[in-house]
Nanobody
């Protein structure tokens, strides 16, 4: 089993930056592909970014490409989401999720199939 705890959310002005962290417990962290998802008030949860278990492959939603970067520290059991050039439409609760996989290059992008979830961290982009 994997437990996930997000941190790093907060209030930021448009154009600003934040870095979210997701700390994972469990000895099998390297067996999971990881993803960041977000949910704005009144909207469905959506994919933001994903990274393979090997960290060699990544994927991004079109709305964040070129602005967000996902990475993972294998030794630290942590996944990061660096968010730059933030926009008001990025305001949402951001969730970290894990998907067990035997494939080293698999990158998850569908929230329906994720195995474990954190409780989320709120990001508010406003002036």
């Amino acid at each position: 089993q994997v437990q996930l705890v997000e941190s790093g959310g907060g209030l930021v002005q448009p154009g600003g930056s934040l870095r979210l962290s997701c700390a994972a417990s469990g000895r099998t962290f390297s067996s999971y592909a990881m993803g960041w998802f977000r949910q704005a008030p009144g909207k469905e949860r959506e994919f933001v970014a994903g990274i393979s278990r090997s960290a060699g492959s990544t994927d991004y939603a079109d709305s964040v490409k070129g602005r967000f970067t996902i990475s993972r520290g294998i030794a630290t059991n942590t996944v990061y989401l660096q968010m730059n050039s933030l926009k008001p439409e990025d305001t949402a609760v951001y969730y970290c999720a894990a998907d067990w996989t035997a494939r080293g290059d698999y990158v998850p992008n569908n929230y329906h199939i994720m195995d474990y979830w954190g409780k989320g961290t709120l990001v508010t982009v406003s002036s």
